[in-house]
T-cell receptor
Framework: DTGVSQDPRHKITKRGQNVTFRCDPISEHNRLYWYRQTLGQGPEFLTYFQNEAQLEKSRLLSDRFSAERPKGSFSTLEIQRTEQGDSAMYLCASSLAVRYQETQYFGPGTRLLVL | QQQVKQSPQSLIVQKGGISIINCAYENTAFDYFPWYQQFPGKGPALLIAIRPDVSEKKEGRFTISFNKSAKQFSLHIMDSQPGDSATYFC???????????FGAGTILRVKS
């Protein structure tokens, strides 16, 4: 079990550019989540998938944000036309949506800095 | 609207002391309450979790106390160690495997 991995770990971009992040969940986990964490705050929910279906999107997720999980395995989160306010840590987590096994395991995050 | 309120923002405890962090929630539909520990540069890691069918859960030096009527729950770290210095987050969700709503976090420093 290699845990949840995220790539890249750090990304610096200029305002207006597009960025894409990748998350590889724990292999047998059917749910995958994206959260955003800003300095001094707890993670905020963005969206989550059950296999390849996107089940819920937060109001925080503007139309510049899109997430996919095409084959129910890895997921990508794309931010178009980045803004300075997008600077944050983007965290991915995965879980089994089963009683007593609902723990969400988090990856190390991708830290985004928009200049 | 902040659905989970956490206090204090920061906490300094002497080695061997008890660290206590409190959380209050608003949504009575929440039925899963985990605590996560986060070290700098790392993702949060589950420490301990409770469901409202019990009022207390203990795992090693970590205990969750849960008060359903008051809509409050707390984390107690007994015999606190310098290695416990980290940021702690309470969270809540409803059902199994649904989104977590996190508190703002508590920065714990254990002085040796």
């Amino acid at each position: 079990d290699t845990g949840v991995s995220q790539d890249p770990r750090h990304k610096i971009t200029k305002r207006g550019q597009n960025v894409t992040f990748r998350c590889d969940p724990i292999s047998e986990h059917n749910r995958l989540y994206w959260y955003r964490q800003t300095l001094g705050q707890g993670p905020e929910f963005l969206t989550y998938f059950q296999n390849e279906a996107q089940l819920e999107k937060s109001r925080l997720l503007s139309d510049r944000f899109s997430a996919e999980r095409p084959k129910g395995s890895f997921s990508t989160l794309e931010i178009q036309r980045t803004e300075q306010g997008d600077s944050a840590m983007y965290l991915c987590a995965s879980s089994l949506a089963v009683r007593y096994q609902e723990t969400q395991y988090f990856g190390p995050g991708t830290r985004l800095l928009v200049l | 609207q902040q659905q989970v309120k956490q206090s204090p923002q920061s906490l300094i405890v002497q080695k061997g002391g008890i660290s206590i962090i409190n959380c209050a929630y608003e949504n009575t539909a929440f039925d899963y309450f985990p605590w996560y520990q986060q070290f700098p540069g790392k993702g949060p890691a589950l420490l301990i979790a409770i469901r409202p069918d019990v009022s207390e859960k203990k795992e090693g030096r970590f205990t969750i106390s849960f008060n359903k009527s008051a809509k409050q729950f707390s984390l107690h770290i007994m015999d606190s160690q310098p290695g416990d210095s980290a940021t702690y987050f309470c969270a809540a969700s409803k059902g199994y495997g649904n989104k977590l709503v996190f508190g703002a976090g508590t920065i714990l420093r254990v002085k040796s």
